[in-house]
T-cell receptor, first 110, second 112 residues
């Protein structure tokens, strides 16, 4: 059974720092992996999708990498801002469904 | 292009009642899936529909059901509501399997 873990569970940093959020999974036979952010009480906003054949994807200040052999993905956030404060979730594609990680709650203070 | 629309945004129901939630996917997307989010269990998969056919179902009791219409809009129904059904219900839209998923704002269901 695929299990997805995100470390750390919570993170509080000053504005301007570069951050790395981690996502680990137990079964390397995955299709794709997607990163989301969720603001309190809201839905999920798609950040990046990494196809299983890719090793990384970039969008603005965000860079996500995927290493299937080690069962890991990382989300790198450059020059963090208070507006980046949210919960970040990784999700693995398993045929017709997404399997979500436990999430990292990020707070960026001015 | 309009995003995924879920209605209603908030619902308060009494134990034993039933509820229907609606999801309109992004135009051209034929896959709609539903997830339940609670503080204790996180995000859990309910079911997925593609072109009006249920392709996959999560580990939820039969009180949870759904359907998809020919215009790809989907509804989810929960009968005989229990307190534990209180959650944020999220709908995701995809063009097809393994493509990027886009989520709606969710329906917050409170059972009292």
């Amino acid at each position: 059974k695929q299990e997805v873990t995100q470390i750390p569970a919570a993170l509080s940093v000053p504005e301007g720092e570069n951050l790395v959020l981690n996502c680990s999974f137990t079964d390397s036979a995955i299709y794709n992996l997607q990163w989301f952010r969720q603001d309190p009480g809201k839905g999920l906003t798609s950040l990046l999708l990494i196809q299983s054949s890719q090793r990384e994807q970039t969008s603005g200040r965000l860079n996500a990498s995927l290493d299937k052999s080690s069962g890991r993905s990382t989300l790198y956030i450059a020059a963090s801002q208070p507006g980046d404060s949210a919960t970040y979730l990784c999700a693995l594609y398993n045929t017709d469904k997404l399997i979500f990680g436990t999430g990292t709650r990020l707070q960026v203070f001015p | 292009k309009a995003g995924v629309t879920q209605t209603p945004r908030y619902l308060i129901k009494t134990r034993g009642q039933q509820v229907t939630l609606s999801c309109s996917p992004i135009s051209g997307h034929r896959s709609v899936s539903w997830y339940q989010q609670t503080p204790g269990q996180g995000l859990q998969f309910l079911f997925e529909y593609f072109s009006e056919t249920q392709r996959n179902k999560g580990n939820f009791p039969g009180r949870f059901s759904g359907r998809q219409f020919s215009n790809s809009r989907s509804e989810m129904n929960v009968s005989t509501l229990e307190l534990g059904d209180s959650a944020l219900y999220l709908c995701a839209s995809r063009e097809q399997m393994n493509t990027e998923a886009f989520f709606g704002q969710g329906t917050r269901l409170t059972v009292v």
